[in-house]
């Protein structure tokens, strides 16, 4: 007997939701934040259960910056958009921070969607409460989620010397380091018996940072207020 796939319901093992292969996303929650790419999806969800500690916020996801916008358009077709009271998006900042701003306003604008005047704040006019947060922080020029997730590790420093030593004779050999964020994270995870080969979603989930670090207080503050 073959089965159809289409119409069993998998569950996910981060958020607990179960929804069919094929469904569109649906709507369950009236507090949504959004994140860009898998890795920052499960660190969000984690992140959410740890500044809230409850399930009441609802982690979706699209898969790069230039998605955002037809991923928002989309968003707005679901069933109970209107219901939405607060909504959160979370990116990284990658080579400069008031490029990622005018880019996520622009979405937001084209989306018809209230639009924030600067990160880590929320509107104070129109529905739903809209805010944005970018990786690693508000005090960064530029950077990702791996840079956040970095900032946050304490007691390791020789730990650290190791990987910059280890990129730097990288580097030496000629090799080029497109995403040298990632490069170091996951060369730090490989040092760590627990987290070897772990993605930095993974590694969220077995609790390789430490949500008591102050680099961690902007995003919690905004999760806290949704």
Not at 12 to 24: D, L, N, Q, V
Request: aromatic share 10%.
């Amino acid at each position: 007997m073959s089965l159809d796939f289409e119409k069993i319901k998998v569950k996910c093992p981060f958020c607990g939701g179960e929804f069919y292969s094929k469904e569109r996303q649906r709507i369950i929650k009236s507090k949504l934040l959004v994140a860009e790419g898998t890795d920052a999806h499960i660190f969000s969800i984690y992140a959410c259960q740890t500044f809230r500690g409850d399930r009441e916020v609802q982690v979706m996801h699209f898969s790069g910056n230039s998605d955002l916008n037809p991923f928002l358009q989309e968003l707005k077709t679901l069933e109970d958009f209107n219901k939405v009271e607060s909504l959160v998006l979370a990116r990284d900042v990658e080579k400069d921070t008031s490029t990622a701003v005018e880019s996520i306003k622009l979405s937001l604008e084209k989306a018809k969607l209230p639009c924030p005047s600067t990160p880590f704040c929320y509107t104070t006019e129109g529905a739903p409460r809209t805010a944005f947060m970018l990786f690693p922080g508000p005090s960064y020029k530029k950077g990702t989620l791996e840079d956040l997730c970095l900032s946050t590790i304490q007691g390791d420093d020789n730990l650290m010397g190791c990987v910059d030593a280890f990129l730097g004779c990288v580097t030496k050999t000629g090799e080029k380091l497109r995403q040298r964020h990632k490069n170091k994270l996951y060369a730090y995870l490989s040092g760590k018996d627990k987290y070897k080969g772990m993605k930095l979603g993974e590694a969220t989930r077995a609790g390789a940072w430490n949500w008591d670090h102050a680099a961690f207080t902007p995003f919690k503050k905004i999760i806290q207020q949704m």
